[in-house]
Structure formats: structure tokens, C-alpha cells
């Protein structure tokens, strides 16, 4: 099961009701962040995200409502009993941008890691054993929408196991993929008790953008695409090319295009004081659109 929760919706600048767009990813006691604009160890608190759990720091860009929080966050993971390592993962800069953001958080009681994308192509990391794919987007500084795929075990049958005269205390390790020995010696194969593969949990995140060609495959089936929503209203298309951004009816069409089972829209401008006035905007050619909230959550199961 992965635990989403975006933490900050907001685009540019923090608001007093909104923070900066982030998103929290956590799947068996180990969290992703993607992005930490201004304030958000703040909002990772207020929705009681566990900074110890936080691995690996995503950044789309270096643009400040997606980066110039981060020295504030390293201090305050320091301050959560963390010691594993953090890996931060950014495009081509990242050292450069780590390196001037952390002149005045220098010594942290654990190690970070950097992880430059050097390249404006499509590629795929694994952390802790979750895939990370990127694509880069077009904005006006080089970013990355990422992918993230949690691999899910297959499907246990016990009637099977049950047959064979396998212990129940031993279905565990079949169903890690382990083959174990019986008491009368024969050895037992997972293939023996599984009925087949499940699907990965897919959860796709890309602001800020344009819509982009390869956009619809990158989010392909996902569970939930989390797109960016800077303008609601329809009239606002030539601003939102001009700013590299998208409408709420983009981000919509892109998730009807890419078959996701949910859109969640965020990154909104601080001028859209009250996005849940679009929802239609997009609900119309995307249903199930939500239109997201600081502290909004879900915890995905697959099918
Ligand atoms: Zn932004
Ligand atoms: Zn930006």
C-alpha cells in the first residue's frame, strides 16, 4: 500500500490558508518528498508526515516556490532522529543549487546524497526498492515530472499451499518469492502457490508545465496523476502559455487521454483564491477530477 498526501497546493508563494505545492509518497515506513518550496516543514507537520521517514527528496525545478525551502527542511529532519542517509535527486544544477541553499545548514547528523539527472531525457531510478521515472516538461528552467511505481507482490493461494501440506507459518516466505523445505523434505516453489502477478500502484506527479507530447504515456494507467491546475478559468490559455503553465482543463484532458483512475489538480496561483469555483472546468471532461487541499490524502491498494 503507498500513502499519498499533498501537504501544500499552493503555486509561487506560500498564502496564509495554502502552502507551497509538495507531495509526500510513503510505502513500508519510507518516504518520498517531491519538492519543498518555502514552509513546507511546516506543512509536512501540520499533516503529520514523519520527517524521520523521508529518503529521498525529489525537486521538479529551481524555482523557488519548489526549492527554497530545503535548507529549513534539512534542519528540521535533523532535528527528527534521523541518521539514514537522504537522497536528493533534481536536474543538472543540483549540486551548485544544494551547495548555496546549504551554506547556512552545514552540519546535519546525517549524510546527504546527491542524485543529478544531467540529462533533459526520460530515464528511471529505484529507491528502496520503489521505481522512480522522470520526463522532462516544458517550463521555462529545465524539470521533471516523476513517476513513481510500487511493485505489488502476487497473488498467494492457500487452497494451494493447503494442498501441498505447507505450513501455514511458511506462506510468508512463498509469497516473498522463497521456496521452503517440509518436514518430509520436499521442497516447495512459489510458482507452486501463486496465481499470478498484480498490477504496480502507479502515482504520477508533473508541474510546472505546458502540456508535453509523451506526457499521456508517462502517466499511463496511473492511479493517481497529480497535475498541475495553475489557472482555472478557460480564459486564462494564452497567460498560461506565456507563464509555461497549464489550465485545469489540460491537466484534465491529459488524464482522460492517459486512462489515470484519479486526477488530483494543484500548484494553483494565488490568485485563485477559491479553485473548488473550477472543479467543473475540469470534472466535465475528466470526472474524476479532485480539485486538492492542503493535507489531502489516500492510501492506494491497486485493484
Ligand atoms: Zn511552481
Ligand atoms: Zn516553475
Known sequence: MLDVCLPGTGGMIPLENRWLTCCWLEYQGKAILIDCGEGTQIALKESG???????????THYHADHIAGLPGLLLTIGNSGKTSPLTLVGPKGLEQVVTALTVISPALPYPVYLCEIKEEKAGELTMDGVSIAYLPLNHWVPCFGYRITVNRKPIFNPQKAARLGVPVPLYKTLHAGQPVQLEDGRIVQPDMVLDGERA???????????????????ARGADLLISEGMYGDNEMEEKAKEKGHMLFSDSARIA????????????????????DAFSETAQRIFAPTVVAHDGIRITLSGD
Open 256 to 275: 482522460k487521454e492517459c486512462g489515470a483512475k484519479r486526477l488530483w489538480l494543484t500548484h494553483f496561483s494565488p490568485a485563485l483564491t477559491k479553485p
Open 49 to 59: 508526515c514523519k520527517l524521520s521517514h523521508l529518503n529521498t527528496l525529489l525537486i
Open 200 to 218: 504496480p500502484i502507479r502515482v504520477c506527479y508533473c508541474t510546472d508545465t505546458q502540456p508535453v507530447e509523451g506526457m499521456t504515456d508517462f
